[in-house]
Nanobody, 124 residues
Framework: QVQLVESGGGLVQAGGSLRLSCAASGLAFSSYTIGWFRQSPGKEREFVAAISWSGGFTYYADSVKGRFTISRDNAKNTAYLKMNSLKPEDEAVYYC?????????????????WGQGTQVTVSS
């Protein structure tokens, strides 16, 4: 049974930082691309960042480029999203996802497994 469990969300002031974790089990983690997505109330879920199976390639949404960093530790079956300089518009539920994804990292449909999400709240 595949599980992805996000943690690290919480309340932070604008300008602050958080690090989200995505702990995976039940799959060959090092074979999977990991993506982070987010969804705010009333909005569709959107792509945030992705990292290739080896960690050698990363890709970011323009809205977070330069502020967020995605990484992974295949020995720990865990991926991370470090979020700096948080803005109120970053407030959302953040989801991690795993997929055997080719070149199009932004498409939700290419990800096979999803976590339950972790809430990030940014106060202004």
């Amino acid at each position: 049974q595949v599980q992805l469990v996000e943690s690290g969300g919480g309340l932070v002031q604008a300008g602050g930082s958080l690090r989200l974790s995505c702990a995976a089990s039940g799959l060959a983690f090092s074979s999977y691309t990991i993506g982070w997505f987010r969804q705010s109330p009333g909005k569709e879920r959107e792509f945030v960042a992705a990292i290739s199976w080896s960690g050698g390639f990363t890709y970011y949404a323009d809205s977070v480029k330069g502020r967020f960093t995605i990484s992974r530790d295949n020995a720990k079956n865990t991926a991370y999203l470090k979020m700096n300089s948080l803005k109120p518009e970053d407030e959302a539920v953040y989801y991690c996802a795993a997929g055997l994804v080719g070149g199009t990292f932004t498409l939700e449909t290419l990800y096979n497994y999803w976590g339950q999400g972790t809430q990030v709240t940014v106060s202004s």
